[in-house]
């Protein structure tokens, strides 16, 4: 079964051919970030913009790096929520108008529910894919959560957080620290040669019951830290300040995720969205599945960030459960798990 996956829910244009729901054939991700770095920040008219320019040469692409034609493939899956509305348009009206004129089916996925399919996309460093029930911490630039993925496919939400999602309080310190954007990714490279014990950064809810998260604390720590002296950081010293922010943030959901584990009485945790790529985050998870005795399922770097072969791979199962998007397959910007 090949299905082409289409993503635009935020600043990355990407089209890939995924059989049988776990072969990637082909993924293609025309990412926009040297756009919107100039910003700070993704603009979000700027990236429906730039979806419109990009797509079809995308998809073309995707499709010629697979070896396969039009008529091969047996369906198209599409995010259709949440993520920015223009941006989500232009995926799911590109993916209906293909469907029409090819007379394929079309399936609208939920983005979140693509980064917790990633996992099962073959690759040599994940050998098996984890068995049901597991959990899945599910971090991303918009999303923080815990979540129990059941045999019947269900998803329950058992915990999440109150105010910033993980990577926005990477995105928010990277900014105060005049990193660029997206400051995920420069702290990770820069805490590689830091000390995570040079600042004392708080560590929210560590309530001994609590599942959710927090991290504007963090993010008003951090400013009030850097606002106390007489110039930011640089050097030796920038690098100690992003590895104790790195620590302050994958502390707590390494600390959250054994606690979710213990109590829902789970043995396999599956960590997923553009969070993931954090290295230090998918260090110290590994270290805590050593000691805790879990088994732990990271998707590799470029399949932790936004990618449509996720879409793909999610969008397989729906289509095999026989669902069917009619030509008013609308976004859903705010779309729940
Ligand atoms: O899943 P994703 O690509 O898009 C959303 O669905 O939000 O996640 C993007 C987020 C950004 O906040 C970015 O800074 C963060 O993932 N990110 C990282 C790393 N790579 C991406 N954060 C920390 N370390 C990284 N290596
Ligand atoms: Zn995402």
């Given at each position: 079964?090949?299905?082409?996956?289409?993503?635009?829910?935020c600043d990355e244009t990407a089209a890939a051919v995924v059989a049988d729901g776990r072969v990637v054939l082909s993924d293609v991700v025309?990412?926009?970030?040297?756009?919107?770095?100039?910003?700070?920040g993704v603009v979000p008219e700027v990236a429906s913009r730039q979806h419109v320019a990009t797509i079809v040469p995308v998809i073309r692409g995707a499709l010629e790096a697979a070896k396969v034609s039009w008529a091969d493939l047996d369906g198209i899956a599409v995010t259709s929520g949440p993520g920015l509305v223009g941006a989500l348009l232009v995926g799911?009206?590109?993916?209906?108008?293909?469907?029409?004129?090819?007379?394929?089916?079309?399936?609208?996925?939920?983005?979140?529910?693509?980064?917790?399919?990633a996992v099962f996309l073959e690759d040599p460093s994940l050998p098996a894919p984890p068995p049901w029930p597991h959990l899945a911490l599910l971090v991303s630039g918009g999303h923080t959560a815990l979540i129990r993925a059941?045999?019947?496919?269900r998803f329950r939400l058992l915990g999440s957080t109150r105010d910033d999602a993980a990577g926005e309080a990477f995105d928010k310190v990277g900014k105060m620290l005049g990193l660029g954007y997206p400051g995920g990714?420069?702290?990770?490279?820069?805490?590689?040669?830091?000390s995570a014990a040079a600042y004392a950064l708080p560590r929210a809810l560590p309530g001994r019951d609590d599942i959710d998260f927090s991290f504007s604390g963090l993010k008003t720590a951090a400013a009030t830290l850097l606002?106390?002296?007489?110039?930011?950081?640089?050097?030796?010293?920038?690098?100690d300040f992003a590895a104790s922010v790195q620590a302050a943030i994958v502390d707590v959901l390494v600390r959250k995720s054994r606690r979710a584990l213990a109590r829902e009485g789970l043995g396999?945790?599956?960590?997923?969205?553009?969070?993931?790529?954090?290295?230090?985050?998918?260090?110290?998870?590994?270290?805590?599945?050593a000691e805790d005795g879990f088994r732990l399922y990271i998707p590799p770097i470029r399949r932790c960030?936004?990618?449509?072969?996720?879409?793909?791979?999610?969008?397989?199962?729906?289509?095999?459960?026989?669902?069917?998007?009619?030509?008013?397959?609308?976004?859903?910007?705010?779309?729940?798990?």
């Open positions: 079964m090949l299905v082409l996956g289409i993503e635009t829910s025309a990412s926009q970030i040297l756009v919107h770095a100039e910003f700070g799911v009206e590109t993916g209906k108008a293909l469907g029409l004129a090819l007379g394929k089916p079309v399936v609208g996925v939920n983005h979140l529910a693509g980064h917790l399919a059941d045999p019947d496919g990714v420069q702290i990770d490279r820069l805490a590689a040669q830091g606002a106390g002296r007489s110039s930011p950081p640089q050097g030796a010293e920038l690098a396999h945790l599956v960590v997923c969205g553009g969070v993931a790529a954090n290295r230090g985050l998918r260090a110290a998870m590994a270290a805590a599945a960030t936004d990618n449509a072969s996720m879409i793909a791979a999610a969008g397989t199962s729906a289509l095999r459960r026989g669902e069917r998007a009619s030509l008013e397959l609308a976004v859903d910007p705010g779309m729940p798990l």
